[in-house]
């Protein structure tokens, strides 16, 4: 909501407080502010000219030599470029010397060879958003359409030397959607009393019921309807304060009666439609829900297509406006309009918003609707705009409204004692306290004994309970006032969990290592909801999911990680490598809640480094991301504890995947995404990883321990050896370090042969093994027979032999 700070002078005394003072005490008092424009910031030199002359440029086409008086003794000469500039015309000029928005300072200049001094300025120019000019005005300069005098400051005339207040409401204060609302508001906070505009309405001796019958069917939609009728209307436009304070409001400008149904709907809150008398076809209004596959018009010349769930006003035939969201094109306000048939009505805020939904039509009008109006302004509305369009359109007002009224409201009536106020406050406010607050906020309010009787009107929905009346104390006493005390008891300080500790050690290491955090949803699709699931369970759906694609709980991060990927390689960036830890979801029982397991997993494809100058690249690939992998463990102290085993998983490369072991345990996997889901995805090789961030971070590990380095020296041996293709490195291994005993520290791979000479189903694998004792220098005899053990452990347990 934009809220004037002139405008508002009109409703609340505001002397003695700055727009800026005001936006704080209000904010303070539970609405917040979201900022306040200056809309003269930076603007001087701005005066109302009068066109005395105007001739072609002599040297261009599309240039006009003008004469202008500006107030000074002598008129003086302005070039301007307006298609829309005429002798006779009554515009704003800025003087030489004069600055506009963006520091644009106005010189002497020459502009083919013609003096000029000064700009004729157009709405655009002095700061207004285009989207809030007048149709007329938004190709070319403003012109005044009422007289005005020259030489008068133009940024007062135009209220340009206003400040603008953005109101962040919540949907629970639909009440300031209006001027009047925020009136009530601020006169509250500053203890002021509130002007209310009171109409005076001259009718003529015709009577409206002679002109038209309202009939309503569907009276639960629409329990109120008014209708005024205003003869020998003139359209014309509005007045030029009444523009201005429009476009403060965020509306444009069309003519004087739209501009006056405009103007209501921002100063009461309540919408109204104005409807051409003469184009409505008949003298019989009918509101009742739409037909199936009714169609219309509406003003902005789109057919709609109704359903039986959308109301509509009628001629009593067809539709001629979606009732609380846009008028027909059929019956509209036109130049030619000389009849006008006022409607102000109460709609129910859901049957609006169902209409505004399916049509995608958001309207100032559907949205206070939706949000709830004033039912007691509905009348006094259509008064305030009748007289309105009397004075400024010269309208005629016929005697009376013609109603239909099956609305019955009653203002809210809450009870609280003030020992429950002070008591949820922790203050000890007074009764005559408490009754002020009540009376500042124009609520009746009544004390019997202990307890505060409160009427609430009509324009407060929000209030019904108790607690909505401690909140209102409690804002206008001022949040400020309220006693603050420290909680009683015993404190600790806070600290991380050796959980939080190592996830957070965990998060920093893949950081380090060139991967990137991703969060994404815990919700997917039925399709994917059990892709790559470390555990297989059955899935859980949601009760109300709010698409097919986010209806079920995850049981793995993977495919969210894919998505992630396929996101980013399809914008050009053709290497990624992400990580994320979440959350799984694991059903148990029917009735019960999933089990929450947090997990690990990491997706990368492309290159992994690149050095164009070296000529250097090296892509991704299954050991890129298994190093990083076993360097995290290493990172944790959990070398030892892991093992990989070849797998075959649903959705990974059958020949480069394998499953991680951690102590024996099952934990999870790593490997290359099968082929077929790349092209899938549009994606180039990728690996990926998941595993239990559970299982890994609740591992207990032996405390860091330091060892000197070796002072004497070690021997290495290397030894290939010739085993069957099923058997494993990592099965080789383990048994060499088992067998090695205490002087072999190291064992790695370092060679496979598998060609022509090998002997059919068979391969060589070779490693590499050092030994050394950090107490003395080894000799060969120990070490050949550390060596022999090994040997002798292969070839019992694998039949491997050395290779010759």
């Not at 069917?217 to 009444?242: G, H, Q, R």
């Not at 009666?257 to 309540?270: A, H, K, R, S």
């Not at 001022?478 to 998060?507: C, F, H, W």
């Not at 809640?593 to 990368?604: D, G, K, Q, S, V």
């Amino acid at each position: 909501m934009f809220v004037s700070y002139k405008w508002l002078q009109d409703y609340v005394d505001l002397s003695g407080i700055t727009a800026n003072e005001l936006a704080e005490k209000i904010t303070k008092s539970g609405i917040e502010v979201e900022g306040v424009d200056v809309l003269n910031e930076g603007m001087k030199g701005l005066v109302i000219g009068h066109v005395l002359e105007r001739e072609q440029h002599p040297n261009a086409d599309k240039l006009n030599k003008c004469l202008v008086d500006v107030g000074d003794e002598e008129p003086v000469q302005i070039i301007c470029g307006a298609p829309n500039v005429d002798k006779g015309q009554k515009v704003v000029v800025a003087k030489v010397g004069a600055v506009l928005p963006g520091n644009f300072k106005i010189k002497k200049a020459k502009l083919r060879g013609e003096e000029s001094n000064g700009m004729i300025c157009s709405l655009q120019e002095l700061g207004v958003e285009s989207k809030l000019v007048a149709k007329e005005f938004s190709e070319g300069i403003f012109v005044f359409p009422n007289e005005v005098t020259v030489g008068e400051d133009a940024l007062a005339v135009l209220n340009r030397d206003d400040q603008v207040l953005e109101l962040g409401l919540t949907p629970n204060r639909s009440d300031c959607l209006s001027m009047l609302g925020v009136a009530y508001e601020v006169a509250a906070i500053l203890g002021r009393e509130v002007k209310l505009p009171q109409p005076e309405v001259a009718t003529s001796n015709e009577k409206a019921s002679d002109y038209i019958e309202v009939k309503v069917e569907a009276s639960e939609d629409n329990p109120l309807y008014v209708a005024k009728v205003i003869k020998n209307v003139k359209i014309a436009p509005s007045p030029v304060w009444m523009q201005t304070r429009l476009m403060a409001a965020g509306i444009r400008p069309h003519n004087n009666v739209v501009d006056i149904t405009n103007y209501i709907l921002i100063e009461y809150g309540q919408p109204l439609h104005a409807f051409d008398y003469d184009r409505l076809g008949s003298k019989e209004i009918l509101v009742r829900r739409a037909q199936a596959r009714e169609e219309m018009v509406t003003l902005d010349d789109a057919k709609r297509v109704l359903s039986e769930d959308h109301l509509v006003i009628t001629n009593g035939q067809e539709p001629v406006a979606l009732a609380g969201v846009m008028g027909g094109a059929n019956s509209e306000v036109q130049s030619d309009t000389t009849t006008v048939l006022l409607e102000s009505a109460y709609f129910k805020g859901a049957t609006v918003r169902k209409a505004s939904k399916d049509h995608g039509l958001r309207s100032e009008a559907s949205t206070r609707f939706e949000k709830g109006v004033d039912p007691d302004r509905v009348r006094a509305a259509a008064e305030r705009a009748a007289e309105l369009l009397a004075l400024y359109a010269n309208g005629e007002v016929l005697e009376g409204s013609v109603e239909v009224d099956t609305l019955t409201v009653e203002p809210a009536v809450v009870s609280i004692t003030l020992e429950k106020i002070n008591r949820v406050l922790g203050t000890n406010i007074t009764t005559d306290e408490v009754k002020s607050i009540f009376n500042r906020l124009q609520f009746e309010v009544s004390v019997e004994s202990d307890e505060v009787t409160v009427t609430v009107p009509t324009r407060r929905g929000d209030i019904t309970i108790e607690e909505d009346l401690i909140e209102e104390v409690a804002r206008i006493y001022g949040y400020d006032n309220l006693p603050m005390t420290l909680p009683i008891g015993a404190s600790t300080p806070g600290a991380l969990s050796e959980y939080q500790k190592k996830r957070r050690v965990i998060r920093r290491y893949l950081e380090g290592a060139g991967l990137y955090q991703a969060v994404t949803y815990s919700l997917t699709s039925e399709a994917k909801a059990t892709q790559y699931a470390i555990e297989k369970r059955e899935p859980i759906r949601l009760a109300m999911p709010m698409s097919e694609d986010r209806s079920m709980l995850r049981l793995s991060i993977v495919p969210q990680l894919l998505e992630v990927l396929k996101y980013n390689v399809a914008r050009q960036m053709d290497s990624v490598a992400v990580y994320e830890t979440g959350t799984v979801f694991l059903s148990t029982n029917q009735d019960e809640l999933p089990e929450e397991r947090e997990h690990l997993a990491a997706a990368i494809t492309g290159l992994w480094h690149l050095h164009p100058w070296q000529g250097e690249k090296k892509t991704v690939d299954f050991f890129v991301l298994k190093g990083i992998l076993e360097e995290m463990f290493a990172t944790l102290g959990l070398t030892n504890l892991v093992e990989y085993k070849q797998a075959s998983i649903d959705g990974m490369h059958p020949g480069r995947t394998a499953e991680v072991y951690l102590a024996g345990q099952n934990i999870g996997f790593i490997g290359q995404v099968h082929p077929t889901v790349q092209k899938d995805l549009d994606l180039k090789e990728t690996y990926v990883f998941e595993i239990s961030l559970k299982a890994l971070l609740e591992t207990e590990t032996a405390p860091l321990q330091y060892e000197a380095i070796p002072r004497y020296p070690s021997i290495t041996r290397d030894i290939a050896l010739v085993v069957s293709k099923e058997i494993v490195s990592g099965e080789l291994k383990g048994i060499i370090v088992e067998a090695g005993g205490d002087l072999l520290k190291e064992v790695s791979v370092f060679d496979l042969y598998e060609g022509e000479r090998m002997e059919a189903g068979k391969k060589s694998i070779a490693f590499s093994l050092r030994y050394y004792n950090p107490e003395k220098t080894l000799t060969d005899e120990e070490v050949t027979k550390a060596h022999d053990k090994v040997l002798k452990a292969v070839e019992e347990k694998t039949g491997a032999v050395l290779r010759g």
